[in-house]
Structure formats: structure tokens, C-alpha cells
């Protein structure tokens, strides 16, 4: 049999990933995503209070006087009100269209 050898570089490197803050866009179509979205956003807090640099905005397609986001809604789930809203109300489908090419202005990590 041949000997085994560790053949890794000598060399030593550095974890850069610590030194930049992450930056999370996560978008919602309805009411019901916030409930997905929820959990998510509290291990982003949690993440944060243990003092890594992460953060998030949440964007809601819809419209910001849409009676269905009720601030009570925001306080069960533990989680802030949205940051953006982007009014689509999916009655014309070239509003729906335009959401794609939406990672590109929001620059998400």
C-alpha cells in the first residue's frame, strides 16, 4: 500500500467572511409569506444580537395601505413592518413581469 501524506499548502490563510456585513432583501407577495418569513427574520436578530454583522429589509409587493398588513399582524409575528412597498396589486400582468429584474436594484449579498 502507499503511504497517505497530507498534501495542503503550507501556506496560511485568512476567513475574510467576518469583516463584511451581509445584506439580506427578502420580498413578500402576501400576507401569508410573512408568516414563512417570520422565523427567518428572527434568527436574522438573533444572529445579530450574538454580534454578527448581518441585516435584512423586507420589501412587500404590494401596497402600503393594503388593509390585509394590519399592524397587529407585525407585532404577533415579531417582526417589523415592511421597509419598501412596490404598490403591484396583480391586476396587470406586466407589473408582475417587472419583479425580475428587481434583484438587480435591491443588491442584495
Known amino acids: 500500500m502507499g503511504k497517505v501524506t497530507n498534501n495542503f499548502p503550507k501556506k496560511t490563510y485568512f476567513c475574510l467572511i467576518n469583516l463584511y456585513a451581509m445584506k439580506i432583501t427578502i420580498v413578500s407577495g402576501a400576507r401569508p409569506n410573512f408568516m414563512k418569513i417570520a422565523p427567518i427574520t428572527r434568527a436574522i436578530k438573533a444572529a445579530q444580537e450574538a454580534g454578527k454583522k448581518i441585516s435584512y429589509r423586507l420589501i412587500y409587493t404590494g401596497r402600503q395601505d393594503d388593509t390585509s398588513l394590519d399592524a397587529s399582524l407585525f ?30 436594484l435591491l443588491r442584495p449579498d
Open 75 to 104: 407585532s404577533d409575528l415579531d417582526m417589523k413592518r415592511p421597509d419598501g412597498y412596490l404598490g403591484v396589486t396583480g391586476h396587470d400582468h406586466s407589473e408582475v413581469a417587472c419583479l425580475s429584474p428587481l434583484h438587480i
